[in-house]
T-cell receptor, first 113, second 116 residues
Framework: GENVEQHPSTLSVQEGDSAVIKCTYSDSASNYFPWYKQELGKRPQLIID?????GEKKDQRIAVTLNKTAKHFSLHITETQPEDSAVYFC????????????FGQGTELSVKP | GAVVSQHPSRVICKSGTSVKIECRSL??????MFWYRQFPKKSLMLMATSNEGSKATYEQGVEKDKFLINHASLTLSTLTVTSAHPEDSSFYIC????????????FGPGTRLTVT
C-alpha cells in the first residue's frame, strides 16, 4: 500500500521567512496530493492540493510542487506569519483506491515574531 | 461549504464499556466516510472506509470486531469502540465524501475519547 514520508518533523522560522516542507510517496497510482493545516485539538483544514496532471499550483503565499517521476511533492509558504504556526500534513490518494488519504507524519511549524 | 459534525466532541468512559461516536454530513449526501485516529503529536491514521449500505473496509491492523463501523444512511456513519481500554484513548476524526467531486473530503471536528 501507499506510504508517505514527510520532512522535517519540526521547523522553526522567523516571521517573513519562507518555509518548505517535503513529502515523498511510494505508490505510483497516487494522483491527488493535498496539504492540511491542523491546529491543536482541531480538525485538519485543507490549504492547497495538487493533482498529478499539474506540476505546480499557487494560492497567494502558499504553493505546492509535484515531481511525479521522483514521487515527491513540496509545500512552500512565503512571508510566513505567526498565525501560520501549526502542524502541517501532506497526504496522498488514489482515486482508484476509493479516495482514501494516507497522511505523512506531520511537520510542526513555528513562526517566531 | 460542506459541513461534517461529530458527536460527542469529548467522552470519558470506564474500561470495559462501549462508546459510540456519530459522524454526520449536514448539507450533503456522503457516499463514503472515512474514520481516522490520531494520537497526541502524531499523524492521522486511517482506520476504515465505509460506503453507505455496505460493510466497512478496514485497514491492516485495525480490529473490526473492536471498532464497529456502520454507515446506514447517506448522512450518518457511526464508530463504536467496544470493550474500550485505556490504550483506545485517542482523538477520532471522521471525514465524508460525496463522490461527486473526486478526492474531496470534509473532516469532522473530532472526538476526544478518554478511557479510564
Amino acid at each position: 500500500g501507499e506510504n508517505v514520508e514527510q520532512h522535517p518533523s519540526t521547523l522553526s522560522v522567523q516571521e517573513g521567512d519562507s518555509a518548505v516542507i517535503k513529502c515523498t510517496y511510494s505508490d505510483s497510482a497516487s494522483n491527488y496530493f493535498p496539504w492540511y493545516k491542523q491546529e491543536l485539538g482541531k480538525r485538519p483544514q485543507l490549504i492547497i492540493d495538487i493533482r498529478s496532471n499539474v506540476g505546480e499550483k499557487k494560492d497567494q503565499r502558499i504553493a505546492v510542487t509535484l515531481n511525479k517521476t521522483a514521487k515527491h511533492f513540496s509545500l512552500h509558504i512565503t512571508e510566513t506569519q505567526p498565525e501560520d504556526s501549526a502542524v502541517y500534513f501532506c497526504a496522498a490518494s488514489a482515486f482508484n483506491q476509493g479516495g482514501k488519504l494516507i497522511f505523512g507524519q506531520g511537520t510542526e511549524l513555528s513562526v517566531k515574531p | 461549504g460542506a459541513v461534517v459534525s461529530q458527536h460527542p466532541s469529548r467522552v470519558i468512559c470506564k474500561s470495559g464499556t462501549s462508546v459510540k461516536i456519530e459522524c454526520r454530513s449536514l448539507d450533503f449526501q456522503a457516499t463514503t466516510m472515512f474514520w481516522y485516529r490520531q494520537f497526541p503529536k502524531k499523524s492521522l491514521m486511517l482506520m476504515a472506509t465505509s460506503n453507505e449500505g455496505s460493510k466497512a473496509t478496514y485497514e491492516q491492523g485495525v480490529e473490526k470486531d473492536k471498532f464497529l463501523i456502520n454507515h446506514a444512511s447517506l448522512t450518518l456513519s457511526t464508530l463504536t469502540v467496544t470493550s474500550a481500554h485505556p490504550e483506545d484513548s485517542s482523538f477520532y476524526i471522521c471525514s465524508a465524501s460525496s463522490g461527486t467531486i473526486p478526492y474531496e473530503q470534509y473532516f469532522g471536528p473530532g472526538t476526544r475519547l478518554t478511557v479510564t
